[in-house]
């Protein structure tokens, strides 16, 4: 129950908007495709509301509002990721990005730095008004409340008189409440003096003790009734045709899955997780209402089924057909006998513990079972037939118990013998794991050594299963168990282990080739800003950047972890082709500035493109010619030194 609610409370969490700034595995910064991103899925119907607080906020202020869901920003702060995403959209200065990481509990915020809301405005919003939403689950009213805030409508006025007018209500609401239970208790009491003492509401629940107590009585009973029902209707089977219990059959298996279902419930309980005491009562209720589904499953065939056999009418056939059965079983008791003690000059006493009083127990039953049938034959003999019904029923409950024990012997002969034959095969197969498992550990250090201390104990295990101290007879069954069990242990762990080799032979084969592509790319796109930089703006400048780091990045893991270093460098061509397109678009928008014919009169210098390539720089303010003839206004060779910049900033935190 509790899992069921967690996983319903985690089902109503939305996701609100993240942005990473480093490649990561689930959601590295990219570039946003539309106003409102749901990578996390959450908003569901909020989805709508936050279209349309967008497209208020945008008509009212010219203010584009981008919001962005994901699950995680896989370690990053909100604040960086949010930036990286907000380079990577190219945004405006007119736009604002706002993330949320529904996992992480995170958030952050990118905006133009000459945005109309002051940074203190802008964390007092974040703090007063979006993280006790993004807090309680409303993720669609927290990136409402962003839009609200941005366009001026936030102030909280509204929804404080909103929250005073909810709690007024309830406090309306509360009174009412008590006022009704106040006035039916007076109601009640003056009736109760009228009509005289007061009536108890009913006994006290039971006992969780006495409900365990019920309930394992419960699946003692059913458990014996569905098995003695699956005897007399394998004779009832036997006497009268598949069709004729087809009905019972199925009853029957009914019942048997309930009695399953009811076993799985007290499993529960019985297991290393402990439940509280609610969870016990509902669990010990359900066991009970299971084993007495089936036991009335079971009663409601028991008239339908007696009446098909009518023992009382044909006991003699019954009779004639269930003493040979008797006697047969009992013909094969010596030859069980020379099987049981054969195992037991094979085999250690361990190995035939199961079987200890199989044979004197199949005797037991055979001797009650002529009892019976001599019984049964003497009421027929004497015409009272109803007396043999219940001696006839007993003497085949015996006869099949006898015979179930007899093929035990069978059965666990043939269990042995396999697993002896089984045991040099798993002994092999283990020690080849063993192999493997120590070469890896050899060659990379994989943690594999508890797995291969516990293979190299049930070695030993099994060995001395096989070849006891004692006796010097072995356990196949005990010793093939160990093999099996520490086997499958093993197989998990390297299979684990050959995963991850795979991943990263196949991320090294690709590794070398995605660095060569990134830096190919990189140097592309730094050729093409270098001799053009006249034109090209931040932006494109700002992905080059970053693609150079992510592309150190990558050479540098790509010895020690193909896996991160391939990620690294795809990310870096991903940002450098991104930073070649916006530098194109940069340099197809660029005009050369007006009145620039020549250098030097006539010398065929073509100053346009010194301006473009940044040999001569200068604002898209400045202007050509002077008093004097040279050049004067903003143009000038380029030095070396700074220039300050306009740029976004942000914020973020957490909730």
Do not use: K, N
């Not at 003492?197 to 629940?205: D, E, F, I, L, T």
Request: some cysteine.
């Amino acid at each position: 129950m509790r899992r069921a609610l967690a996983g319903v409370l985690a089902g109503l969490v939305l996701t609100g908007l993240v942005l990473t700034g480093a490649p990561a595995a689930a959601d590295p910064p990219f570039r946003v495709g539309g106003e409102v991103v749901d990578r996390a899925g959450v908003l569901g119907g909020g989805a709508d509301r936050v279209r349309e607080a967008v497209r208020d906020l945008r008509a009212d202020r010219g203010t584009q509002l981008f919001v962005v869901y994901v699950t995680s920003f896989e370690g990053a702060d909100g604040q960086r990721w949010a930036a990286d995403t907000a380079r990577l959209s190219q945004l405006g200065d007119g736009d604002v990005l706002f993330a949320v990481a529904v996992d992480d509990r995170a958030y952050g915020y990118s905006v133009p730095g000459d945005a109309t809301i002051s940074d203190d405005d802008l964390r007092d919003l974040m703090v007063r008004t979006v993280e006790p939403r993004l807090a309680g689950g409303d993720w669609a009213g927290a990136a409402v409340a962003v839009a609200d805030g941005l366009g001026g409508r936030g102030d909280g006025t509204g929804q404080s008189l909103g929250l005073l007018l909810c709690v007024a209500l309830v406090v309306v609401a509360a009174v009412v409440v008590v006022l009704v239970v106040v006035l039916r208790r007076r109601s009640r009491q003056a009736a109760g003096r009228a009509a005289g003492p007061a009536v108890a509401a009913g006994p006290p629940p039971v006992p969780v003790a006495e409900l365990s107590r019920q309930a394992a009585t419960a699946l003692v009973d059913v458990d014996d009734a569905v098995q003695t029902s699956e005897q007399e209707l394998a004779f009832a089977q036997a006497q009268f045709g598949d069709e004729a219990v087809t009905g019972f059959r199925s009853a029957l298996d009914q019942a048997r899955d309930e009695l399953r279902q009811a076993f799985t419930l007290r499993q529960r309980l019985d297991d290393a997780e402990p439940e509280d005491e609610q969870t016990r009562r509902a669990i010990l209720t359900e066991i009970l209402r299971l084993c007495g589904s089936a036991d009335a499953r079971l009663d409601a065939q028991a008239e339908a089924f007696d009446r098909m056999r009518s023992l009382e009418r044909t006991a003699p056939q019954v009779l004639a057909a269930l003493a040979p059965r008797v006697e047969a079983l009992a013909g094969r008791l010596p030859a069980e006998q020379a099987r049981l003690d054969a195992l037991r000059q094979r085999f250690a006493p361990t190995a035939v513990t199961p079987l200890a009083d199989s044979l004197e127990q199949a005797r037991h039953r055979l001797d009650a079972a002529r009892e019976e049938l001599a019984e049964a034959r003497s009421a027929v003999d004497a015409g009272r037939p109803e007396r043999a019904v219940v001696p006839i029923r007993a003497a085949e409950d015996a006869t099949g118990q006898a015979g179930t024990l007899l093929d035990g012997i069978t059965r666990t002969t043939a269990d042995l013998e396999q697993a002896d034959a089984r045991i040099a095969a798993a002994r092999s197969e283990l020690g080849q794991d063993l192999e493997e498992a120590r070469a890896l550990v050899a060659s990379d250090g994989s943690d594999l050594r508890p797995t291969i201390a516990r293979a190299e104990a049930a070695l030993t295990t099994a060995d001395t299963a096989m070849t006891p101290a004692g006796t010097g007879l072995p356990d196949p069954l005990a010793a093939l168990r160990v093999l099996e069990e520490a086997g499958a242990d093993l197989d998990r762990a390297l299979a684990a282990v050959r995963e991850a080799r795979q991943q990263r032979d196949r991320a090294a084969a690709l590794v070398d080739r995605a660095i060569l592509a990134a830096t190919s790319a990189v140097a592309a796109a730094d050729d093409f800003i270098a001799t053009r930089r006249g034109a090209v703006g931040a932006d494109a400048r700002t992905r080059l950047a970053e693609a150079r780091r992510q592309l150190d990045q990558a050479v540098a893991a790509s010895a020690s972890d193909p896996e991160s270093a391939l990620r690294y460098a795809q990310y870096a061509d991903a940002l450098a082709q991104q930073a070649l397109q916006l530098a194109r678009g940069d340099v197809d928008r660029w005009s050369q500035p007006a009145g620039l014919p020549g250098y030097g009169g006539g010398s065929g210098v073509d100053l346009g493109s010194l301006v473009l390539g940044g040999i001569l720089l200068g604002g898209r303010s400045g202007s050509y010619g002077g008093s004097s003839g040279g050049f004067g206004g903003g143009w000038s060779p380029g030095s070396f030194g700074g220039s300050g910049t306009r740029a976004r900033h942000g914020g973020g935190g957490r909730f």
